[in-house]
């Protein structure tokens, strides 16, 4: 046995656990902040649950473009439970450990749901571009089995494509300190901790970030190309607003995920940059699946329409349906 080797194994024995920071500041602003994320979770997974309803009981929005949205809603679910709760317990100081598995696990999940969404909102996007550049023959080349399809295997690729880099971090050893500068078990916190070499394990972050963030957001751009092209040769203003209507929502999304992504993942963080980081994470944890549900409402008037008729039933007393104007 090398010397030093059983030191280093009593070291990483002890760091069965880790401690998460979370955001600084005083007790009533961690309260505070325990309050806002415990409001805006709740917000977001019903508003992204109420769009899989939605899309559930109308048989008319069962249709490639809200399969996938539908989708982009139940991972969203996912994605911000995975982290939130979590959170909203170590704001107030009574659970900031992390169990070592549970850490790995936690890290998993959010890549394995965040490499999804790239795969996802690049697939919608590819849907749009067949939507309007061609209409004619958009029911054949993008039907609902289709979609269904490409949706399962956006999961299936996100999730098999993290399990390399999440085996190459858990191997990593911890052996000074075990907190964590983050409300959440991400990569480049566990790199910065770790006293192994941490070469290989940069080099498949970066290449792993290459092919999934810049990969899918080079298809989701050379589809947007592809679409404003196909759109400024509409004659009608009335036929061109119409058209992008249809992908309005999409952009926003892709702009908002993309942008802070791009930024957290693509290059290797450095420790003095964590504490922007923990607020660029709650861009992408927290207030993008808040506001997707609101964003793909009221830029869609399929999805408006039938909200609003579910509403109005429930507000309607039986029996006097009938008498009133449909939408």
Same mark, same amino acid.
């Given at each position: 046995?090398?010397?030093?080797?059983?030191?280093?194994?009593?070291?990483?024995?002890?760091?069965?656990?880790?401690?998460?920071?979370?955001?600084?500041?005083?007790?009533?602003?961690?309260?505070?902040?325990?309050?806002?994320?415990?409001?805006?979770?709740?917000?977001?997974?019903?508003?992204?649950?109420? $769009?899989?309803?939605? @899309?559930?009981?109308?048989?008319?929005?069962?249709?490639?473009?809200?399969?996938?949205?539908?989708?982009?809603?139940?991972?969203? $679910?996912?994605?911000?439970?995975?982290?939130?709760?979590?959170?909203?317990?170590?704001?107030?100081?009574?659970?900031?450990?992390?169990?070592?598995?549970?850490?790995?696990?936690?890290?998993?999940?959010?890549?394995?749901?965040?490499?999804?969404?790239?795969?996802?909102?690049?697939?919608?996007?590819?849907?749009?571009?067949?939507?309007?550049?061609?209409?004619?023959?958009?029911?054949?080349?993008?039907?609902?089995?289709?979609?269904?399809?490409?949706?399962?295997?956006?999961?299936?690729?996100?999730?098999?494509?993290? $399990?390399?880099?999440?085996?190459?971090?858990?191997?990593?050893?911890?052996?000074?300190?075990?907190?964590?500068?983050?409300?959440?078990?991400?990569?480049?916190?566990?790199?910065?901790?770790?006293?192994?070499?941490?070469? @290989?394990?940069?080099?498949?972050?970066?290449?792993?970030?290459?092919?999934?963030?810049?990969?899918?957001?080079?298809?989701?751009?050379?589809?947007?190309?592809?679409?404003?092209?196909?759109?400024?040769?509409?004659?009608?203003?009335?036929?061109?607003?119409?058209?992008?209507?249809?992908?309005?929502?999409?952009?926003?999304?892709?702009?908002?995920?993309?942008?802070?992504?791009?930024?957290?993942?693509?290059?290797?963080?450095?420790?003095?940059?964590?504490?922007?980081?923990?607020?660029?994470?709650?861009?992408?944890?927290?207030?993008?699946?808040?506001?997707?549900?609101?964003?793909?409402?009221?830029?869609?008037?399929?999805?408006?329409?039938?909200?609003?008729?579910?509403?109005?039933?429930?507000?309607?007393?039986?029996?006097?349906?009938?008498?009133?104007?449909?939408?």
């Amino acid at each position: 046995m090398e010397p030093g080797t059983g030191v280093e194994k009593e070291n990483q024995s002890s760091a069965q656990e880790f401690i998460l920071l979370g955001f600084p500041g005083n007790q009533h602003l961690q309260i505070s902040l325990s309050v806002v994320f415990t409001m805006t979770y709740i917000l977001a997974v019903t508003g992204n649950f109420a $769009i899989i309803a939605l @899309v559930m009981a109308h048989p008319h929005l069962q249709t490639p473009m809200y399969i996938f949205l539908s989708n982009l809603s139940f991972l969203e $679910i996912w994605y911000t439970t995975a982290c939130v709760p979590k959170a909203i317990a170590i704001f107030p100081g009574k659970s900031r450990t992390i169990s070592f598995v549970g850490c790995i696990l936690q890290m998993y999940v959010i890549f394995s749901l965040g490499c999804t969404e790239f795969f996802l909102l690049s697939v919608m996007a590819y849907d749009r571009y067949l939507a309007i550049c061609y209409p004619l023959h958009y029911s054949t080349l993008m039907s609902s089995t289709k979609s269904g399809q490409l949706a399962f295997l956006c999961w299936v690729s996100g999730f098999l494509f993290m $399990i390399i880099h999440n085996s190459l971090v858990a191997r990593l050893s911890f052996c000074s300190s075990n907190v964590i500068n983050n409300f959440f078990c991400g990569a480049d916190s566990l790199i910065f901790l770790s006293c192994s070499d941490t070469s @290989v394990v940069k080099w498949v972050s970066i290449t792993m970030g290459i092919i999934v963030i810049l990969g899918s957001c080079l298809t989701t751009l050379v589809s947007y190309i592809f679409i404003i092209s196909t759109i400024l040769k509409i004659p009608s203003a009335q036929g061109r607003q119409k058209a992008f209507s249809t992908c309005s929502a999409h952009l926003i999304v892709v702009v908002m995920w993309y942008g802070s992504s791009i930024f957290l993942y693509v290059r290797v963080s450095r420790q003095s940059s964590l504490d922007i980081h923990k607020f660029v994470n709650t861009l992408n944890t927290i207030v993008t699946p808040l506001l997707n549900p609101f964003i793909y409402t009221l830029k869609n008037k399929e999805v408006k329409e039938a909200l609003w008729n579910v509403l109005r039933r429930t507000r309607v007393p039986e029996g006097w349906g009938d008498s009133l104007p449909s939408l």
